[in-house]
Nanobody, 119 residues
Framework: QVQLVESGGGLVQPGGSLTLSCAAA????????MGWYRQAPGNQRELVAT???????NYANFVKGRFTISRDNAKNTVNLQMNSLKPEDTAVYYC?????????????WGQGTQVTVSS
């Protein structure tokens, strides 16, 4: 069993910053790509940023220059530093990870953490 636990969401004013954290725990042999997605009400879930095990990153155009993704392979954690937040960044943010356990490889999701950008 693998669990992804997110933390760090909340309410922030426009222009402010938040850091989201996600820790993968359980029967983990190796964590491959990890990333963050978001879903606003009425919208489909969309990619925010991903990071490969070797550190290669990929960002959605709407967060380039504002968000930074990072990971700690030893701890199986991934963080998302969000700066210059805008009201349109309001959404539930989900952690995602491609994980190899001792028996199988699968795609795992966290429960989501709410980020609200509002004055």
């Amino acid at each position: 069993q693998v669990q992804l636990v997110e933390s760090g969401g909340g309410l922030v004013q426009p222009g402010g910053s938040l850091t989201l954290s996600c820790a993968a725990a359980g029967n983990i042999f190796l964590a491959y790509a990890m990333g963050w997605y978001r879903q606003a009400p009425g919208n489909q879930r969309e990619l925010v940023a991903t990071i490969a095990r070797n550190g290669w990153t990929n960002y959605a155009n709407f967060v380039k220059g504002r968000f930074t993704i990072s990971r700690d392979n030893a701890k199986n954690t991934v963080n998302l530093q969000m700066n210059s937040l805008k009201p349109e960044d309001t959404a539930v943010y989900y952690c995602n990870a491609d994980i190899q356990t001792w028996t199988l490889r699968g795609d795992y999701w966290g429960q989501g953490t709410q980020v609200t950008v509002s004055s």
